[in-house]
């Protein structure tokens, strides 16, 4: 007899499931020390290979996405009026996060006394550097740039130096072209190739991470129900942002720019979509987005082979909005009250780790820690959202590609008028 393989998303559901029962048990038997001695420290585990892969990813992934860009020399006015299309719904989407998390605050369910208690007990055990009240207005530009790349690689706040030393690699070697660059470029590809293996088996033990975190958060939260509302409001927040983007936004100004029909659009991506939903990867639906979009949306293939392709590389609105709602989230859950410069550095850091988001199920957990580590939120706080986080992610990868047909769709039509 066959015995049938359950996918990940169904053992992560499973264990976030048992995580919250045993934990409720032991809680209510007044075993609470066996969690923390026995089960917590394998939810630890798990973010910790988390934060190890971080900083790799987001290098040769920004590194090989920015170096892709080389065809922008033959097919420059092109080039320039994608980057700066994607770059837009990218900020639009990240504002929009940010802007209806921060309204609908799905994340303030407890007393200040309660939150500034749990906010002291993570930022205790992940040593987080407390926050500075009085900054002077150049001190965000400053820290960007670091003195020492290895030291800078060696602390996951720093993440936006390794961008910065990520975007200038990649614009040297763009500047270098191919015959200086080629091996280096082949080692980043390789690179990029390991690390993304290394995620995939990290996501394997996300089921026993899980079932640890929260176990643990339950202890943490003494079982306080609050919680689930909470979680409740989150994902209806997510929900409501990505519909809105999806079915909203990209059609209505689809209309607007081009005249296009937005019935006929929506109809034209539904296959796409719904291949999209199923994988949770844009860039394995890559090449059915790029027949479709000829066959059904009149998309030139010079336009569909340049546009979609990066798209796939630089283009995730779906997952930068996601980003930036669950950063803010977890900060309200933990009564941790973000700044206006570090609400800017969650609207760039999100916008940048979209464009180094590998196309992949499961990468762009790894992005948002790097995006909270950056603002100083711990990053415990994930395994509130990563029982859940299946469905949303199939739902952020139909986003990220409805994107992609849009701005392609805006260009060619850009082309024609």
């Known amino acids: 007899m066959k015995i049938r393989k359950f996918p990940l998303f169904a053992k992560i559901l499973a264990g976030m499931v048992a995580g919250l029962v045993v934990g409720f048990i032991l809680l209510k038997t007044g075993n609470s020390s066996f969690v923390s001695d026995w089960i917590k420290p394998w939810g630890t585990i798990f ?21 892709g860009m080389k065809d922008l020399k033959k097919l420059s006015k092109l080039g320039l009026k994608t980057v700066s ?3 837009a719904t990218s900020f639009f989407a990240v504002s929009l996060g940010i802007g209806v998390v921060s309204l609908v605050k799905p994340g303030s369910v407890f007393s200040k006394s309660e939150s500034e208690f749990y906010k002291q007990k993570f930022s205790t055990e992940n040593q987080v550097t407390p926050q500075v009240e009085q900054r002077r207005p150049m ?9 020492n790349l290895f030291a800078a690689a060696g602390d ?16 040297a070697i763009v500047l270098l072209g191919n015959e200086k660059t080629s091996v280096f470029v082949s080692v980043i590809s390789a ?29 943490d939260f003494s079982g306080d129900s609050a919680m689930f509302s909470a979680l409740g409001m989150y994902s209806i927040t997510v929900i409501g942002c990505l519909l809105f983007l999806g079915y909203i936004f990209y059609p209505v100004f689809l209309k607007i720019i081009t005249k296009k029909n937005i019935v006929d659009y929506l109809k034209a991506i ?8 199923s994988t949770s990867s844009s860039s394995a639906t890559l090449p059915f987005t790029m027949e479709q979009s000829q066959r059904a949306l009149g998309i030139s293939e010079e336009t569909a082979s340049f546009v979609l392709p990066l798209g796939a590389t630089i283009n995730m609105d779906g997952t930068s909005c996601y980003q930036a709602i669950v950063v803010i989230f977890i900060a309200q859950i933990f009564g941790i009250e973000l700044s206006f410069t570090q609400y800017i550095m969650v609207l760039l850091l999100t916008i940048l780790a979209s464009i180094g988001t590998a196309g992949v199920p499961g990468a762009s957990v790894v ?40 701005v392609a769709s805006v260009v060619e039509g850009k082309k024609k008028s």
């Open 47 to 67: 973010i910790k290979l988390l934060k190890l892969i971080a900083i790799p990813l987001v290098f040769v992934s920004l590194v090989k996405g920015i170096s």
């Open 85 to 87: 299309l994607y770059l």
């Open 139 to 147: 001190d965000f530009i400053v820290e960007m740039v670091p003195e």
């Open 156 to 171: 996951n706040r720093n993440m936006l130096q390794i961008i910065l030393v990520a975007v200038l690699t990649g614009v």
């Open 191 to 219: 690179t990029e190739a390991i690390v993304l293996k290394i995620i995939d088996f990290i996501m394997q033990f996300a089921p026993l991470g899980v079932f640890a975190l929260l176990a643990g958060l339950v202890i």
């Open 270 to 277: 539904f296959p796409i979509q719904l291949l999209a939903f």
């Open 367 to 406: 992005m948002t820690v790097m995006v909270m580590s950056s603002v100083g939120i711990p990053v415990e706080g994930l395994a509130l959202i990563l029982g859940i986080d299946r469905p949303l992610d199939m739902l952020r990868t139909v986003v990220n590609v409805t994107g992609d047909t849009f």
